[in-house]
């Protein structure tokens, strides 16, 4: 096939352990999987769109999903930033909402200061709560604060002026002066990057904005120069072009993980499922979520202990993925992760140099993860070295290996059950009769032990189960979120008066995606409110409706939700705007179909169920063919582990369709 004939469209997902690329020619989908590379992540990234590309990667459209930001977080790899507030509030970052997280430890541990007192700059100029001057900025002001920043030599700054989301003036005056000062600064402005209520919400993101600004921006244009045509999915599991991203870093944390809830979206409607409960289970950490029609989205995401209130995926994460690390603590508790043996070395059982015991090494010890599976397509697994990886926990508690490696993975499965129930359960939504969704390279082989852990019967493994998250960058659409506090009693609020606030949004966002080629016709708009009785702080976000009905909806959502309604007024605190592009035109295709029992590849040894276990490759199975576990369902990019009492039916799409017996 010549490189003319093969243009079409990728999606790039990077991971802690592997970079993963699907390409798509026509409705033809290929894999491709490369192991990351974390001191130069953009490497990778260009590396495998080569694969597929070679030289012409200028002429494919191309998604990728970043972990740049979110990693630069984690690792606090974050530029020195300044950060410009008024007079009396240099401490508000630091400060913070003064909520302990541990309510009864005698001795706390301190929160992180996000920026240094000597780099934080107050300036006298003031504006009211109703927006009214109360201070005026002056150009004395403006010059004292250029000379400061100058001298503290940062190489960002966050400007978050009280009730700037009423109005700009001030914010966009220091904004101009600093760029005019040193026109390399990276500058983020609250009032543009969340222009909502909350003076500390609204500074970490603006802060995080504004620190992670260099880092990300960086790399995007390294991709950029490699690339040309490049999109990046952003946490709202929307795309947006270079240049946006680049502006808007804050964005981007969650920007792999929002792709794999997309993927798993479109990959649950083809299987005919409303809703399911997901697990993205990857090298060094999970994500689980609640997936109906439409993603919900959260305003209250933390990340590194930090709020991060920009609107983003509602998901929820643990450090427990394939490469989480298996200890003892003092008292000889067994425990997993959140540390990661990584990419580099990886599992014992990559044979690359680890030496610590991990929920993988406890697969292969088990032989839930053959011997002659190839991870990736090409990389063989090393039992031996597993082995002697799991007799770090195995001696000490005078166990054989097996049994050190079944309490590994039973402690990773009830960290995953708990949190499977955070985001379900807790929140009053029963998920007995739906489906559980499991993908990323590490979640199949956990499937049905998290199934029986949330009392669930039906499990789907989805076709390109190790790359769901790269699948879905190819169905993202392009899309902006904005919002806008209005801090009004909703029975007093006119549908002409939501017109006007709402106009310059809709203007904004209309012209970004006419810049990056979306016709006004095919852009779809969803609006949305945050609503409270009055005297709360804390808000549910509904579909926008008559003010009338949407009274009654908070009622009935509120009582849903907590158990209780109030006969008070309800306030509509923020307005948030959602516009998004067409739907890629994009399906997966049918697979063969054949009657009778599917021929395993091999038979295996299996701690517990005999030697005579059956291997199935998953390229070689069609449609209609069933068996029962206990069995091993092997390919490309993950391996599905068949519980002794569940069976596999395989539907016109090539997903797994696994039901408890």
């Known amino acids: 096939m010549s490189t003319k004939d093969r243009y079409g469209e990728l999606g790039v997902d990077t ?3 592997f ?21 130069a992540p953009e490497r990778a990234v260009i590396d495998g769109v080569r694969h597929f590309a070679g030289d012409a990667a200028p002429d494919w459209r191309i998604v990728h999903g970043s972990t740049v930001a979110t990693n630069a977080l984690l690792e606090n790899e974050l530029a020195d930033t300044g950060y410009v507030t008024n007079a009396g509030f240099a401490d508000l970052l630091t400060i913070g909402r003064q909520a302990r997280r541990d309510l009864y430890a005698l001795e706390p541990r301190p929160s992180p200061v996000p920026v240094p007192a000597e780099r934080c700059f ?38 978050n002026l009280l009730f700037a989301f009423i109005d700009d003036r001030h914010e966009r005056a220091i904004e101009q002066a600093l760029a005019e000062a040193d026109p390399g600064l990276t500058i983020a402005r609250g009032s543009r990057v969340l222009p909502e209520y909350g003076e500390y919400e609204r500074g970490i993101a603006t802060w995080l904005n504004a620190a992670l600004g260099p880092a990300v921006g960086g790399y995007l244009r390294r991709l950029e120069d490699a690339l040309e045509r490049v999109a990046i999915m952003h946490g709202a599991a929307g795309t947006v072009g270079i240049d946006q991203a680049a502006d808007n870093a804050v964005n981007l944390l969650l920007s792999g993980p929002a792709g794999g809830l997309l993927g798993a979206r479109f990959v649950a409607r083809a299987a005919g499922l409303e809703r399911v409960l997901t697990l993205d289970m990857g090298g060094t950490s999970s994500d689980v979520a609640l997936v109906g029609e439409e993603l919900a989205l959260t305003s209250k ?9 920009v609107p983003m995926v509602d998901m929820h994460t643990i450090g427990a993925g394939g490469g989480s690390i298996a200890w003892l603590d003092a008292g000889g508790l067994l425990k997993v992760g959140p540390a990661s043996a990584g990419a580099d070395p990886g599992p014992a059982c990559y044979g690359k140099g680890g030496t610590e015991p991990t929920v993988t090494d406890a697969h292969v010890v088990l032989g839930r993860l053959p ?3 190839r991870l990736g397509g090409h990389m063989g697994l090393d039992v031996r070295a597993a082995r002697r990886a799991m007799a770090k926990i195995a001696e000490p508690l005078e166990l054989s290996v097996e049994a050190a490696a079944a309490g590994i993975l039973r402690v990773a499965d009830e960290a995953m059950t708990g949190a499977l129930r955070v985001i379900s359960v807790a929140r009053g939504e029963s998920v007995a009769r739906d489906s559980l969704l499991c993908f990323g390279g590490a979640g199949p082989l956990h ?19 190790g790359v769901l998250s790269a699948l879905g960058m190819l169905v993202a659409r392009r899309s902006r979120e904005r919002s806008l506090s209005i801090l009004q009693p909703l029975a007093s609020v006119e549908a002409a008066a939501i017109d006007d606030w709402l106009a310059p ?44 009905e949407l009274v009654d909806a908070f009622h009935q959502a509120h009582e849903a939700r907590y158990g209780h309604r109030f006969d008070l007024p309800v306030e509509l605190v923020n307005l948030r705007l959602h516009k998004a592009g067409p739907v890629p035109d994009m399906q997966l295709p049918d697979i063969a179909t054949r009657e009778g029992a599917p021929q395993p590849s091999e038979t295996v040894a299996v701690h517990d169920f005999g030697s005579d276990v059956p291997v199935y490759d998953r390229d070689a199975l069609y449609a209609g063919q069933r068996f029962d576990g206990p069995a091993i369902v092997r390919e490309t990019v993950t391996t599905t582990w068949v519980a002794a009492d569940w069976s596999a039916e395989v539907d016109p799409k090539g997903n797994l369709l696994l039901r408890r017996r």
């Open 15 to 17: 991971g802690g352990t």
């Open 447 to 465: 499937a049905c032990a998290l199934a029986e852990g949330m009392g669930m019967q039906r499990v789907l493994i989805p076709v390109f189960a």
């Open 122 to 159: 107050e300036i006298e100029a003031r504006m009211a709560a109703d927006g009214q001057t109360l201070v005026a900025l002056e150009s004395a002001m403006l010059e004292r604060l250029v000379e400061r920043v100058r001298s503290a030599g940062v190489k960002a700054v966050a400007i």
């Open 505 to 548: 949004l809709r203007e904004d966002t209309r012209a970004e995606l006419a810049d990056e080629g979306v016709a006004d016709r095919d852009i779809d708009e969803r609006l949305s409110a945050d609503l409270r009785y009055a005297g709360q702080s804390a808000s549910l976000n509904l579909a926008w409706r008559e003010p009338n």
């Open 371 to 373: 011997a002659s599976t």
């Open 19 to 39: 970079t993963d690329v699907i390409a798509r020619v026509g409705q033809a989908l290929q894999v491709h999987k490369i192991a990351s590379t974390p001191d």
């Open 301 to 309: 995401t933390r990340i590194a202990d930090y709020p991060v209130a």
